[in-house]
């Protein structure tokens, strides 16, 4: 199997790299084509496919806009390969990897209006960076500085959620609160949440609450499922016998697969369902039909469980070459444009990295801060007792 | 004054706070039309409406979760679990969610949520309807624990842990709902995280909460015929454990018996007898003693006469304290 950071997508238009229809058929027996519904609004050509449902959501991604999705896919993935790289150079204890999502989350995060909010899981880092976090900001959850240091009121995204489902039913909880506060309407202020989790998390029962709550108080909150294929090395149907959107019926929502590396697709199909949510229709379950391009986390080892052929596959489905594509095929653009972006991701990756070497060691009694809102004599105590302890140190 | 029952005054108690801040919400299984199985939450949805009093899917992690949606959003929920022992399915989303995000936010994030809980045995019930779980939950930073042992204190307790920014875990003595008392309410309410002497005495200290105070209370009127002048302690805080009054009361008296209805192992129990000799080991003239509930599941309930701390048992200790 190929190491992922050393993974270039194939060249456009290439037809050599191509694997056979065969080749394909094998590498897909833990995965299939997404099934007929699929919504997909850009081919894995770069082909722009009509779609008299969700091309409405679409109308206004013109050139630019279709750049900046463009710019929004490489930087993500810039990030993410550098934070693989910082892990597997001792700076981080972890990373999370997100190759091969990237527009997935992007379609997602851009389809959020400002108001709205979003639960991420712990993969989220393209949607943190729809909502303006910087990737510097998701370093210190990684090299064990804090557990999330953005403002997740000013954002609007929430803190990363490690213990897999919780954030499902935090998010029908939030979203129940914005109906009731009367913010779910026609007004210009009305609001919607999104909450991201993975094929995986299905399996919990605090997806099946989140979702049982969520219908009957009638709550707006997107349930966005990114079914990468793997929940580490289980496969989604050691966690599902229907098609993960297809459960949606069960609850009395609507469930619709978009193909998860379509970010047009997925920024559309996520629009209509905040839509759907705002207007007071929601909840909606998008299972966004993706892949994992790399491990669950660097701890991880995907050549024990997948096979070689499955990732081949994947890999032309690219999610930032298609884009790539339609951009220089439909839209004339030029090389000047890609090679900005590549100088822009370049430097934001210097930046992360040098940001990330520098981070300083947190105080000594940092970890006393906070437990409480209110003092708490307990915690007050250790902590003086602690720090009389490493004052002893001093002059030693 | 009017005799108040303990499910009155928490009744009286979250509609006070529900009148004072339209962000308190009561939610859990029943708690609206039924007005709870102990009809604790009677008549407040029909005075505060749907909204503000939810009668929720049948499953706990879904009542704290979206409680601490809710509090994210700016809400204070106030969640009832219907009996101590179903309270695990929730377990996670308490000490996983509920304890940890202001800590993990940096103070970001405020989850003011009250999680109350009728506890203890006593009364006949099937099994999961009569345990003690307090210190599951005393265990883990960033929760408070208390427990009521009394209407005056019912009344003002779950209010001040409503008006707490930080989770409470409310532990309520489901076998004393029905026990009147006096509440004040010209009277300037005692601390929530305090603990108080209730009755005050020289020769030996009994340090309870919860369901047990009665019957402490009940040895020290029964010790008073022996000559002995029990000083009873209701530490009402489990966590943070307040045990100044306590530590102040063993180094008058040199005798400590500590009682409480739960398994004694890792307990509230074990807590305050490791810190009262870590504090006060030289006033010690005896080792300090637990009553407590064993160390099985919760019996059947044609035992749990025998389970749980009784007159005679508290008695029994205080004498082998004092024989020492």
New interface residues.
């Given amino acids: 199997m190929s190491v992922p950071q050393d993974w270039t997508p194939p060249t456009a238009g290439s037809q050599d790299s191509r694997p056979s229809r065969e080749h394909v058929v094998a590498g897909l027996k833990a995965t299939d084509e997404g099934d007929p519904e699929l919504v997909q609004l850009l081919t894995p050509e770069g082909e722009r496919v009509a779609d008299p449902r969700f091309d409405k959501y679409a109308t206004d991604v013109d050139v630019d806009a279709l750049r900046s999705l463009y710019r929004d896919l490489v930087l993500v993935r810039r990030f993410d390969r550098e934070g693989n790289a910082l892990q597997r150079q001792g700076q981080l204890g972890i990373w999370v990897p997100l190759l091969g999502q990237e527009a997935a989350q992007i379609g997602a995060g851009r389809a959020m209006a400002p108001q709205d909010m979003a639960?991420p899981s712990y993969r989220e880092h393209g949607v943190a960076w729809t909502r303006g976090i910087d990737p510097t900001d998701l370093l210190g959850i990684f090299r064990g500085t804090?557990?999330?240091?953005w403002?997740?009121?000013a954002t609007r995204f929430?803190?990363y959620?490690i213990?897999i489902g919780?954030q499902?039913?935090?998010?029908?909880?939030?979203?129940?609160?914005?109906k009731?506060?009367g913010k779910v309407g026609d007004g210009p202020d009305s609001e919607a949440t999104i909450c991201f989790f993975g094929d995986g998390a299905t399996s919990q029962?605090?997806v099946h609450?989140?979702f049982?709550?969520a219908a009957?108080y009638d709550a707006p909150v997107v349930f966005y499922c990114q079914n990468n294929q793997w929940a580490i090395s289980e496969p989604t149907e050691r966690q599902s016998r229907v098609p993960l959107y297809k459960r949606a019926t069960g609850y009395g929502f609507p469930g619709i697969r978009v193909d998860g590396n379509d970010v047009l697709a997925c920024l559309a199909v996520t629009r209509w369902a905040l839509e759907e949510c705002r207007s007071g229709n929601g909840p909606v379950l998008i299972e966004a039909f993706t892949y994992r391009m790399d491990a669950h986390t660097t701890s991880d080892d995907p050549s024990r469980y997948r096979l070689a052929d499955e990732l081949e596959l994947w890999k032309l489905k690219d999610p930032i070459e298609r884009v790539r594509v339609n951009l220089v095929r439909e839209h004339g653009v030029g090389q000047e444009f890609f090679d900005g972006v590549q100088a822009e991701s370049d430097e934001l990756a210097a930046r992360f990295r040098e940001f990330c070497v520098n981070m300083p060691q947190p105080a000594p009694d940092r970890m006393f801060?906070?437990?409480?809102?209110?003092p708490?004599?307990?915690i007050e105590a250790q902590r003086a007792e602690f720090l009389d302890y490493h004052a002893s140190f001093e002059g030693v | 004054m009017a005799q108040t029952t303990l499910a009155k005054a928490l009744n009286n108690g979250l509609r006070a706070a529900m009148e004072r801040d339209p962000k308190v919400i009561v939610m859990g299984e029943d708690v609206g039309k039924l007005g709870g199985v102990y009809r604790v939450t009677d008549g407040l949805q029909k005075d505060f409406g749907e909204q503000r009093v939810l009668d929720t899917p049948l499953a706990e992690s879904g009542i704290i979760g979206t409680a601490v949606g809710l509090a994210i959003r700016g809400f204070r929920p106030v969640c009832e679990i219907q009996f101590d022992g179903f309270v695990f399915p929730g377990f996670d989303q308490i000490v996983s969610q509920l304890a940890k995000l202001h800590y993990r936010s940096q103070g970001k994030v405020k989850v003011p949520v009250v999680v109350r809980i009728p506890f203890g045995g006593g009364i006949g019930a099937v099994e999961h309807h009569s345990e003690s779980p307090e210190s599951y939950f005393a265990h883990a930073a960033g929760l408070k624990v208390v427990a009521c042992s009394n209407p005056a204190d019912a009344y003002w307790m779950i209010q001040q842990a409503i008006a707490s920014d930080d989770p409470v875990i409310f532990f309520e003595p489901k076998r004393r709902y029905w026990e009147k008392g006096e509440i004040d309410l010209d009277a300037e309410p005692h601390p929530l995280f305090a603990s108080r002497v209730v009755r005050p005495g020289s020769t030996l200290t009994v340090a309870t909460y919860g369901p047990m105070l009665k019957t402490c209370l009940a040895a020290a009127s029964a010790a008073e015929s022996d000559g002995h002048e029990l000083e009873v302690i209701d530490l009402r805080t489990l966590s943070p454990l307040d045990l100044d009054p306590v530590l102040e009361s063993v180094r008058r008296t040199g005798h400590l018996v500590v009682v409480a209805e739960a398994p004694s192992e890792s307990s509230i129990t074990s807590e305050v007898v490791a810190r009262v000799q870590q504090a006060a080991f030289y006033s010690l003239e005896a080792p300090v003693l637990r009553v407590t509930g064993f160390d099985t599941p919760y019996p059947p309930s044609k035992c749990e006469e025998d389970y749980l701390p009784d007159l005679d048992r508290v008695l029994d200790a205080v004498d082998r304290s004092l024989a020492w």
């Fill in positions: 639960f804090d557990h999330g240091s403002d997740p009121k929430h803190l959620t213990v919780n499902v039913l935090n998010a029908a909880g939030y979203a129940m609160g914005q009731f506060e029962g605090d609450e989140g049982v709550w009957v801060s906070q437990v409480y809102a209110e708490s004599p307990l």
